[in-house]
T-cell receptor, first 110, second 114 residues
């Protein structure tokens, strides 16, 4: 099973851009990369998904290099409400289960 | 995005009783659903993969006779915790893939066994 590795935690301040990088050296050809946000006592919420290059939506950007062995979630101008745990996950193709890594606890300070 | 809903959101049961948690895909059909449990400040742990019309696939270390999973329709999977004990108290979350590669999660269900 492909595994993902992320920093355990990150600190930021309101208004800053935050970049969280995830390593997935064993990603399979048909795997998609998806990032989720989780608040305490809630299910993970979909943020963004990509296969390669760059994807942008109204809340985040996702950068994926050509070798796809890593991905970076970029959150522009974070606010206190962005304090949460962020997970990157692989799914699709050879990865037929959704396995969670440790996630990254982002703490946004005023 | 697609909607996955769980019920109940919170449940308290007595030791030795059984409790059922439902997971529904509200606006799409799901032949596969995933069940997780999560302890405070820990990541989600995959318990089993629920398959519509066939037996669930359990992860290593998960007791299939204790955590009964039924996926009787394309929009409903249920997790029944049988003979519940206090150590089964946890946050249970289900998810379902939509459009092939995107997984959507339910709101989660808190189980407290007293």
């Amino acid at each position: 099973l492909a595994k993902t590795t992320q920093p355990i935690s990150m600190d930021s301040y309101e208004g800053q851009e935050v970049n969280i990088t995830c390593s997935h050296n064993n990603i399979a050809t048909n795997d998609y990369i998806t990032w989720y946000q989780q608040f305490p006592s809630q299910g993970p919420r979909f943020i963004i998904q990509g296969y390669k290059t760059k994807v942008t939506n109204e809340v985040a950007s996702l950068f994926i290099p050509a070798d796809r062995k890593s991905s970076t979630l970029s959150l522009p101008r974070v606010s206190l409400s962005d304090t949460a745990v962020y997970y990157c996950l692989l799914f699709g193709g050879a990865t037929n289960k959704l396995i969670f890594g440790t996630g990254t606890l982002l703490a946004v300070q005023p | 995005g697609a909607v996955v809903s769980q019920h109940p959101s919170r449940v308290i049961c007595k030791s030795g009783t059984s409790v059922k948690i439902e997971c529904r895909s509200l606006d799409f059909q799901a032949t596969t659903m995933f069940w997780y449990r999560q302890f405070p400040k820990q990541s989600l742990m995959l318990m089993a993969t629920s398959n519509e019309g066939s037996k669930a696939t359990y992860e290593q270390g998960v007791e299939k006779d204790k955590f009964l999973i039924n996926h009787a329709s394309l929009t409903l999977s249920t997790l029944t915790v049988t003979s519940a004990h206090p150590e089964d108290s946890s946050f249970y979350i289900c998810s379902a893939p939509h459009s092939g590669n995107t997984i959507y999660f339910g709101e989660g269900s808190w189980l407290t066994v007293v």
